[in-house]
């Protein structure tokens, strides 16, 4: 079992940064990939960013050359950097971490990030 605390939520201005820290507990050696998704209200909940554990980093199309993923191997924490936030990027954000061996996906508690324009 993998337990995923987010923090760094909150409200953020056009332009603006904040970033979101995610700490991982548990079957930390067995977690392939971490990543962040979000979901606003009325959508549906879409890849913000991933990072494999051999530092392979994927993102999402709407945050590319904005947001930027990066781990802390020593702490067992994800990071999200967010900069230039504009009002669409207002949403609860989820931390995500896949075991791949055990097809098991854990969900953080989400954080919520709202951008004001």
């Known amino acids: 079992q993998v337990q995923l605390v987010e923090s760094g939520g909150g409200l953020g201005r056009s332009g603006g940064s904040l970033r979101l820290s995610c700490a991982a507990s548990g079957s930390i050696s067995m977690i392939d990939s971490m990543g962040w998704y979000r979901q606003a209200p009325g959508k549906q909940r879409e890849l913000v960013a991933t990072?494999?554990?051999?530092?392979?980093?994927n993102y999402g199309g709407s945050v590319k050359g904005r947001f930027t993923i990066s781990r802390d191997n020593a702490k067992n924490t994800v990071y999200l950097q967010m900069n230039s936030l504009k009002p669409e990027d207002t949403a609860v954000y989820y931390c995500n971490a896949i075991i791949y061996v055990l097809a098991r996906s854990s969900w953080g508690q989400g954080t919520q990030v709202t951008v004001s324009s």
């Open positions: 990072i494999t554990s051999g530092g392979s980093i």
